[in-house]
C-alpha cells in the first residue's frame, strides 16, 4: 500500500509540474507577441535616437505619401539611372539646383525611395533655413542635415548617402532667363569625395526651374527676415500666398554614371586640381542637363 501511495503521490506531483510547464508555456506564447513588438519600437527608438543630425523615420514615413503624390501625380516625375546609386558605402550626390524652394531635394529622394535604395538620403540644407521658423527642424526629422564641412565629414564616415547642390544659394536665385545655366561649382565635394573615396553620382533635374518662374529678386527686404533674397514672379508677392504654389511642371531626373576619383586623398589640398576636377562634373551635369532638355517634349 505504501508503495502504491508512493505511486499515486508522484503521478499527482507529475500531472502539477505538467499543469505548471503548460501555464508557463502559454503565458511565454502570450507574451511573445508584445515583447516583439516592444523590441521593434525599441529599435525605431534607438535609430532615431542614433542618429545624430535628428532623423526621424517614423516621421519621415508619415510623410512620404505627401511627397508621393507630388511625385506620382503633381510633377509626375520621370526618373531614370537610380540603380546607378551605390546601395552602400560612402556616396555624393552632384545634382543641378533650381526652383526657390528645395523641392529638387524631395523629389530625388523620392526617385531613389521608390527604385529601393535602401538608405535615407541625407541632403545638405544651406544655412539661411536656420533663420526660418519651423524648416529647420522639419528637414532634419526627414534627414536633412546643415551644410557644413564637419557634418558631410560626418555623414560619409558612417557610409551614408549624401546629396547636395555645389550651385549653392545661386543654383536656387537663377532669373528664368537664366535656367538651365549651371553657376560655378564649389570645390568642397570634392574635398570630401577624395578624403574619404566618396563615390560621386552626377544627377540632371529638369522641371524645378519652371515652377517659380522668378523674373526679379528683392534682397534689401530679404536681410531683415535672414534669408538670400525675397523671390519675384508673375504670381508672388502679387497673389499672395497663392502665389507660392509652385506651377505642376513635368520632371525629369537622371542619375548619371557613378564617379571614382583616381587621385589619393593628399590630392584634396592642392586647390587647382580640386578646382580642375569640380569644374569637370559641372561640365558633365550640364551636359546632362542639355540633353534631357533636348528630348523634352514640353514644360507641362
Known sequence: MLHDADDAAAERARAAAARVRAATSHGSRARQPALAGSKVAARRRRAHAEDEFGLDPQFRERLLPIFQLLYEKYWRVDARGARNVPRRGPTILVANHSGALPFDATMIACALHAAGQPRA???????????????????????????????????????ELVGLFPEGVAGLSKLFSERYVLQPFSSGFVRLALRHRATIVPVAVIGAEEIYPLVGRVRAISKLVGVPYLPVTPFF????????????TKWTIRFGKPIVLDAPPRRSHD??????????????????????????????
Open 121 to 159: 538620403t541625407r541632403f545638405l540644407y544651406d544655412r539661411f533655413v536656420e533663420n526660418l521658423p519651423y524648416l529647420p527642424q522639419l528637414y532634419q526629422r526627414v534627414g536633412g542635415v546643415l551644410a557644413s564641412r564637419t557634418n558631410a565629414e560626418r555623414l560619409l564616415r558612417n557610409g
Open 271 to 300: 586647390t587647382v586640381a580640386v578646382r580642375a576636377m569640380a569644374e569637370q562634373i559641372r561640365v558633365r551635369v550640364q551636359q546632362m542637363v542639355g540633353a534631357l532638355l533636348r528630348r523634352r517634349d514640353g514644360v507641362f
Open 237 to 248: 508677392p502679387l497673389l499672395g500666398p497663392l502665389g507660392m504654389i509652385p506651377l505642376p
